[in-house]
């Protein structure tokens, strides 16, 4: 998460020219492309889940195996 340090005339100018952004009509000529991005752990389960009785969800043991980490990057055309 990310903190914006002051709400100056500055940040409200850039705000708005990212917000104009947003409102253009789709161009083929001109593509606007929304990129983001987001860590995450990867866990392993260390016993198996067990299966689910009718009606109910499968059950998972909290304990995990840490994998790593990786990051998801998503890329959208609003």
Do not use: Q
Not at 6 to 11: M, S, T, V, W
Not at 28 to 55: N, S, T, W
Not at 56 to 75: I, K, L, Q, S
Request: with cysteine; net charge negative; aromatic share 8%.
């Amino acid at each position: 998460m990310w903190c914006v340090a002051r709400l100056d005339g500055e940040y409200v100018r850039r705000m708005e020219d990212v917000l104009a952004l947003y409102e253009k009509p789709l161009s083929e000529e001109d593509p606007l492309f929304c990129i983001d991005e987001k860590p995450v752990v990867l866990h392993e389960d260390i016993r198996a889940p067990l299966p689910a009785p009718p009606g109910r969800a499968a059950r998972r043991d909290y304990e995990y195996r840490r994998r790593g980490t990786a990051n998801v990057f998503c890329g959208v055309e609003p």
